[in-house]
Every structure is written in C-alpha cells, then in structure tokens.
C-alpha cells in the first residue's frame, strides 16, 4: 500500500527535474463527525442544513500535497473545466469507467463533458460508439468500442484464472460454456439482440442450465472471452448481442504495445497516479505494470509528493487549482474508484460514510476543492430533481455557490430543473 498523503512536510527528492508544488495552495477548512454508534449525518438529521455550522471535531488535515494531488487528478480527469465535448470523447479519454450502476456511470461521463446530456450518452451506447463490458477485474466498465477487444486479451485471461473456482462452486465445465457459447451465437448472428433474460432462457432451452448465479456468470464468461458485448437498450433493459458484429472496427494491438497504452491512457487520465494504483485499477500484475511504464515511459513524467512516485502526463502539470469548485460525483466515480490509495481526496476516518460496513457501494459524493466533503442523495420528482446533500461539516462559504451551480449542472444533465433540497 501506498504511503498515505500529507504524512509528512518535507519536499522529496525532485524526479526528472519536476519539484512538488507546495506554495500558494489553498486549504480547504474540515471537519469531521463525531464517532460513535450511527451517529452519521443522515442520522444527525442534518441534510442540506449542514451548509451550516454543525458540532464537529477535526479529522485528518487537507494538506498542501494533498491539495496538490487532488487537483492534478481533476485536472487530469476532466472534472470541472473541461475540453472534452462528447460522451465519446469522455470514455476515450479516461479508457475506463466503472460502470456496475448504469445512471452513476452515465452522470461520471456528464460530469466531464458539461455540455452533453442523458440522452446523449444513451445515444453514445445504441450507436455502439461506447459499450459496456467487463474488461477488468469482472467488473462492469465503460470503454470506446475500439478498445474493448485488445483490453480484454490483456486483462481477461488472468480474471477468467482468478475466477476458476468460482465455475467449479456452480457447477459449470468447459463443456457447459462452449455449449453455451455455440446458443449464443446462433440466437444472435446476424446483428440480433437480446435482453438478458431472453438470451439466459435460449441457454437453458439449449440444455445448459442458467439457474441463479450461473446465468450471470455464464454471460460474464462469453463477454470476457470476446462472443458477448452489452448492446443498445430496448426499453429500460440493456441488451446482449455478438462483440465482433457489434464493434466493426476493433484496434489490434500486441500484448507489449498493448501494455504500453494501456499504462500511458491510464496516467494520463488519472494522473499523478502510482505504479501500484495502475496494478489495482487494471487487474494486472506489477510486472505488466513495470513493463507498460517501460514502454510508455517517455511520454510521461514523474513527480514526488511525500516520498511517494506518481506517474503522470506532462501537459497535466501545467493546470492550476481552480478556485471554489464544488462537484456532484457519483458513487463510483473513477476520481475515487481509479486509485488503490483514495486517502488524497476521502480522509480515512470518513471512508465509513461513503461505504458504509464497507460492502463495496459506494455512495454518491460531494466534492469541494478536491476533498470528499459529503455524500448526497437525489429524489426525481414529476417537475424537478431534488439534491440534498448530506455534508459532515460546515462548508466554506464561497463554496456554497459552487454547490448550487453543481446541482443545476446536474439537472442540465437529466433535462430537468434541478435544486438543492
């Protein structure tokens, strides 16, 4: 694990002749909740009324580095001002976008092209421009159509090991997925499409059984070994259908080419980032991840903050923090979820909030100068979006404007008026 931010004060030895920022960086006032029991801010009551002064107690301090870091990876992610114009233009840049919860996966790409809407990125899907498949860890992603084929040859055959004992638990052999794959492809050639549980019940008309947790595995398998791809909706369901039918004009890559991209897009997106955040993100081995800097070394640059190495992009270094930004994250984010170590944006002692009992869902957050600050919830009405944020302190006041703009970004987004509740 890597060496928590903001531990110590003293510069590191510069890499590559770039030194640590460690001047003029604002710091952004936080306060944390008390401790015990559920004593949570929804279960304080608070809601949108902590805009105001709550009894808190101060946690861990935000840095100078930490603010450093924190505004390299919005820059780096698009996440504010931002040059990217199109759903497409999003998911190319950042590579991958985890994507489990579809309406947090498509608010992550809006987040980061200010100007676009729900309905465009749904366009994006059934256009097949972006798809959403498992290309790492099993774990749902966004990806451009082009890049799913060669990320799965890199990352697939180490998930498709990992999960071995799984196939055994449930019953499943070689001759269950080949079978299953043999359905697949006659219920769908010819640019076919089904819904999830129309191409589960061909399966198991076919005589391999789909019963419980078999189906989605099943599916899983076929989409990691290149048949499967998640395709345009029909109606609120998305559908499956063939990967090489769908996507027309996949990139070919050998695997060293491969890793080379795959570490350069990653750091460039994600960047300043550690060789170890890469290894977590991707699912890959630190041996894969050495090689990919090896190859992709020259076009990007190191900087040390707190004795700890991060990767990124040149240009990156060039972005200065924007001033009183207030964000509505979703709660998978990459700006969280892209890291093996989050403690540069989410203080440790209130990872507790954003997930809670620590069972892998996230909550949607508020971000203010780069700092979780909150989590927030939503309630979709006939006529308007409600946003109540549910922050665990007082919030700055030149922030509190920033908030408002976030929500009615929000709200562009869905196509309907949005407020703070």
């Known amino acids: 694990m890597t060496t928590p ?22 710091r952004l006032p936080h306060r944390g909740v008390r401790r015990g029991g559920r004593g949570g801010p929804a279960a304080r009551g608070w809601g949108s009324a902590a805009l105001g002064d709550t009894e808190a107690v101060p946690s861990t301090p935000f840095t100078p580095n930490r603010r450093r870091l924190t505004a390299l990876r919005l820059a780096s992610q698009h996440i504010g001002a931002s040059g990217l114009a199109t759903p497409g233009g999003v998911v190319r840049w950042m590579l991958a976008m985890q994507a489990q919860d579809l309406p947090g996966a498509k608010w992550s790409v809006g987040v980061r092209a200010p100007q676009t809407s729900e309905a465009a990125v749904e366009a994006a899907f059934d256009s097949g421009e972006i798809v959403r498949s498992w290309p790492m860890r099993g774990t749902l992603h966004l990806v451009s159509a082009e890049d799913l084929g060669w990320m799965l040859e890199l990352t697939a055959p180490r998930a498709l090991r990992s999960a071995a004992s799984r ?27 089904l819904t999830r549980a129309a191409i589960l019940a061909s399966i198991a008309a076919g005589g391999v059984s789909a019963e419980g947790q078999r189906g989605y595995h099943l599916l899983w398998y076929l989409a990691q070994t290149g048949t499967l791809v998640l395709g345009a909706a029909h109606g609120r ?26 570490a350069y897009r990653y750091f460039r997106s994600h960047g ?35 004795g700890v190495r991060y990767h990124l992009a040149p240009e990156t270094l060039a972005h200065a923090p924007a001033a009183a930004r207030a964000h509505l994250l979703p709660g998978f984010d990459e700006y969280l979820l892209g890291y093996q170590d989050r403690s540069a944006a989410l203080a440790p002692e209130e990872s507790g909030h954003v997930v809670p009992g620590g069972n892998g869902m ?38 509190r404007g920033a908030l408002v703009e976030a929500v009615a970004a929000y709200g562009a987004f869905l196509g309907r008026p949005a407020r703070l509740a």
């Open 5 to 26: 931010i903001g531990t110590r004060m003293e510069p590191a030895a510069p890499a590559r002749g770039i030194r640590a920022d460690r001047d003029g960086l604002p």
């Open 167 to 193: 196939r055994a638990a449930l019953g499943i052999a070689e001759a269950d997925t080949e079978r299953a794959r043999e359905i697949a492809v006659a219920s769908l050639s010819g640019g076919r499409s």
């Open 237 to 262: 369901q998305q559908t499956f259908t063939l990967l090489d039918e769908w996507v027309r004009a996949p990139r070919r890559l050998e695997r060293d080419e491969a890793l080379g991209e795959l």
């Open 272 to 306: 300043p980032a550690t060789a170890r955040d890469l290894a977590r993100w991707s699912g890959l081995t630190m041996a894969d991840v050495k090689r990919g800097l090896a190859v992709s070394g020259g076009l990007l640059t190191q900087l040390d903050l707190d």
């Open 362 to 399: 996230f909550k949607p957050t508020v971000v203010a100068d780069g700092e979780v600050v909150g989590t927030w919830r939503r309630t979709i009405t006939r006529g308007e979006v409600l946003v109540e944020p549910l922050l665990w302190g007082p919030l700055r006041g030149d922030l």
